[in-house]
């Protein structure tokens, strides 16, 4: 069972920055398809960025590029997403997800599915107008 150590978020006004984390095993990180999620109250679950860890490529969401940054540090087998510009619609949990199947980090036509295998406990993020 993946153990995903996940820290950041929080709240800020509009307009501010936070930043996630989420750390897993060496083995996982190796070469997998890692991810950041998120779900407001009353809606689906959402994509927001992916990244293969093997290479760093990264995906996002046509709502967060040119905002939101999904980074990975190798040596600390965690992926970062660093949220600028923050709006009151991105207030939502926001889940670290990882899974080993690649072609989940490169969808086609639209955001990150959430279909993803394992996934985080879940850290909120809370922008007020």
């Known amino acids: 069972q993946e153990q995903f150590v996940e820290s950041g978020g929080g709240s800020v006004e509009a307009g501010g920055s936070l930043e996630l984390s989420c750390e897993v095993s060496?083995?996982?990180?190796?070469?997998?398809?890692m991810g950041w999620f998120r779900q407001a109250p009353g809606g689906e679950r959402e994509g927001v960025a992916t990244?293969?860890?093997?290479?760093?490529?990264?995906y996002y969401n046509a709502a967060v590029k040119g905002r939101f940054t999904i980074s990975q540090d190798r040596a600390k087998h965690t992926i970062y997403l660093r949220m600028n510009n923050l709006k009151p619609e991105d207030t939502a949990m926001y889940y670290c997800a990882e899974d080993e199947k690649l072609d989940l980090c490169t969808p086609i036509g639209g955001p990150p599915r959430a279909v993803f295998q394992r996934w985080g406990q879940g850290k909120q993020v809370t922008v007020s107008s």
């Open positions: 060496a083995y996982t990180f190796r070469s997998n398809c």
């Open positions: 990244i293969y860890t093997n290479d760093a490529t990264t």
